[in-house]
């Protein structure tokens, strides 16, 4: 297999993007997040802030999210109303997504991109969950806030994540049936959340992958 793609969704306070940091280290690739919208800007020439605000979530809150319009793969174009709206901005991410998946190895997190790779042959899906506490207390570890108000902050972003998942691609984010494995970080811990998923690339792809 010439390259072999990982995509790590992951809940919120589950060490899901410290657990694909450190699989990437081991395996001496690169690890994309955020460098995503920055080079979806660079891509489509529309400002990075913009694709920060629709960063895993939608712009348009209320019944719009209730909607799913599943991604196609087409750009909208420069002249058209729409060339801004959060359907292009994840149009131009997913582009990014598909060309990185097609020449190099790496992690990606988030962003739908187990389904946006759903037809490539070399990539490996994971989902990072966690029990409450667990997220909870890595949380609050990171940030000034009480349990109450960190609380409704996973809540928050985890619901974001959601419905940005569900809006495009018309799945449901936490289904283990959209991923090829599903780790409770709270329970193996990182290193070994690392060790099963260099595992399971060495059963599925063979010993030399």
């Given at each position: 297999?010439?390259?072999?793609?990982?995509?790590?969704?992951?809940?919120?306070?589950s060490?899901?993007?410290?657990?694909a940091?450190?699989?990437?280290?081991?395996?001496?690739?690169?690890?994309?997040?955020?460098?995503i919208?920055?080079?979806?800007?660079?891509?489509?020439?529309?400002?990075?802030?913009?694709?920060?605000?629709?960063?895993?979530?939608?712009?348009?809150?209320?019944?719009?999210?209730?909607?799913?319009?599943?991604?196609?793969?087409?750009?909208?174009?420069?002249?058209?109303?729409?060339?801004?709206?959060?359907?292009?901005?994840?149009?131009?991410?997913?582009?990014?997504?598909?060309?990185?998946?097609?020449?190099?190895s790496?992690?990606?997190?988030?962003?739908?991109?187990?389904?946006?790779?759903?037809?490539?042959?070399?990539?490996?899906?994971?989902?990072?969950?966690?029990?409450?506490?667990?997220?909870?207390?890595?949380?609050?570890?990171?940030?000034?806030?009480?349990?109450?108000?960190?609380?409704?902050?996973?809540?928050k972003?985890?619901?974001?994540?959601?419905?940005?998942?569900?809006?495009?691609?018309?799945?449901?984010?936490?289904?283990?049936?959209?991923?090829?494995?599903?780790?409770?970080?709270?329970?193996?811990?990182?290193?070994?959340?690392?060790?099963?998923?260099?595992?399971?690339?060495?059963?599925?792809?063979?010993?030399?992958?």
């Amino acid at each position: 297999m010439k390259n072999i793609v990982v995509t790590v969704a992951r809940q919120y306070g589950s060490g899901g993007k410290t657990i694909a940091a450190m699989l990437a280290k081991e395996m001496g690739i690169n690890c994309y997040s955020r460098e995503i919208l920055r080079m979806a800007s660079e891509e489509s020439g529309i400002n990075e802030r913009l694709f920060g605000m629709s960063d895993e979530k939608i712009r348009h809150a209320g019944w719009f999210h209730l909607l799913s319009r599943p991604y196609e793969g087409d750009l909208i174009p420069p002249e058209d109303r729409d060339f801004v709206s959060d359907d292009n901005l994840f149009n131009y991410q997913a582009k990014i997504i598909k060309d990185l998946a097609a020449n190099e190895s790496c992690v990606i997190i988030g962003r739908c991109a187990d389904y946006i790779l759903r037809d490539f042959p070399n990539v490996v899906s994971v989902f990072v969950h966690a029990d409450r506490q667990f997220c909870l207390d890595r949380a609050m570890e990171r940030h000034s806030m009480s349990e109450k108000e960190m609380l409704k902050y996973i809540e928050k972003t985890d619901k974001y994540r959601g419905d940005f998942y569900r809006y495009h691609t018309g799945h449901e984010w936490s289904d283990a049936r959209n991923y090829d494995l599903c780790l409770d970080s709270g329970k193996l811990g990182f290193e070994k959340c690392v060790e099963e998923i260099k595992s399971y690339i060495q059963i599925r792809f063979g010993a030399d992958s």
